[in-house]
Every structure is written in C-alpha cells, then in structure tokens.
C-alpha cells in the first residue's frame, strides 16, 4: 500500500508544471485556455531605460517561432504581464494605444473600440500584480487585472491587435523583447 502511495506521489510531482524565471519573476511553463494545454512560447522582460517595468510571458498551442505564423493561426493563447515595478493605469491605456497604431493600421472601428474598453480595464498595478489576457476561438479574450475578470473582448482581430503589441512589427517594448517572446 505504501508502495503504491509513494510511486503515485512520485508520479504527480514529476507531472507538475515547471516554473521558468523571467527576469525575477516566476511563470509557469504552461497554462490553459479553453480546456487546451498551452506551453510557454518563450518569456521576456519589459524595460524601460534600467528599470524592468515586467516579464512577459506568451502561451501558445506549440511552441512557434514566426509571428506570422502565430497571428495567422485560430487557436487558444494566453498573455501574462507580470509586474516588477508600479505603473499607473494612465501608462497603461497609453501604452495599448500607441501599439495598436504601430502595428496595426488601418484599425477597424471595431478593433478601435476594444482598444478603448481595455484601456478602461487597467488599474494601477504593483509589483506582484498580474495581468492576464486569454484568448478562445469563438469566445474572445478574457481580460485579469490583479486575479479579477474584468470583462471578454470579442474576436480574433482583436487578440491579433493585442498581441501585435509586442510581436508585430514594431513591438512597443522593442525588438529584443519580441525575439524572446518568440523563443529567439
């Protein structure tokens, strides 16, 4: 009976997820989205002259290195802010706005309006807090700030717009920050 117990304790633990350490902060090395395992594509920090602002990390399906690819592809993906300094909700908003229009042109009214309710969305975050914004085919984008559901966005062209934000073609927190976000 012991036997039994201590291998099935061996095998629970050896299935555990693993923690990846981006720049101080601890992800995990999967999630799920809409009853699908997602792996970490890679992790990166956000860094504005010194101060790490956060550590990013983006789930997908498989691991995937072409943005393209991942912005052409319907399927679940997670992305995960994790605070490393205080940063007001003003930043925030204005952060989202400015990478929509640089990597998304000729923005749909639609796309636009989303952009508008996400920024309504953020709070000031501390260090710790989380930010957490999970894609579904058919369902949209859920949106945590700090463990609380503030609301879904609707359709893909939205999460595409989001995640453009960092892996489009000029990703807001530069291009370093999007090669490791791509596994590069």
């Known amino acids: 009976m012991r036997k039994t117990a201590l291998a099935l304790s061996i095998l629970l633990l050896s299935g555990s997820a693993q923690a990846a350490n981006v720049g101080g902060a601890n992800l995990s090395d999967k999630a799920t989205a809409g009853g699908q395992t997602l792996v970490l594509n890679g992790g990166a920090v956000r860094k504005k002259l010194f101060i790490k602002v956060y550590a990013a990390g983006l789930y997908l399906p498989a691991k995937q290195v072409a943005a393209e690819r991942i912005l052409a592809t319907d399927t679940p ?51 710790g807090d989380r930010l ?40 807001g927190p530069g291009e370093d920050f999007k090669k490791a976000l791509l596994g590069n």
């Open 77 to 127: 993906r997670q992305m995960v802010m994790h605070f490393l300094y205080d940063v007001d909700k003003g930043k925030i908003a204005e952060a989202w706005q400015e990478g929509l229009q640089a990597n998304t042109p000729n923005t749909s009214p639609a796309v636009k309006q989303a952009f508008s309710t996400l920024s309504s969305w953020m709070e000031d975050m501390n260090k």
């Open 132 to 171: 957490v914004m999970t894609y579904v085919p058919g369902a949209g984008t859920t949106v945590e700030v700090k463990g609380k559901v503030k609301g879904v966005l609707p359709d893909k062209a939205v999460n595409d717009a989001i995640l453009a934000t960092w892996i489009g073609p000029k990703p």
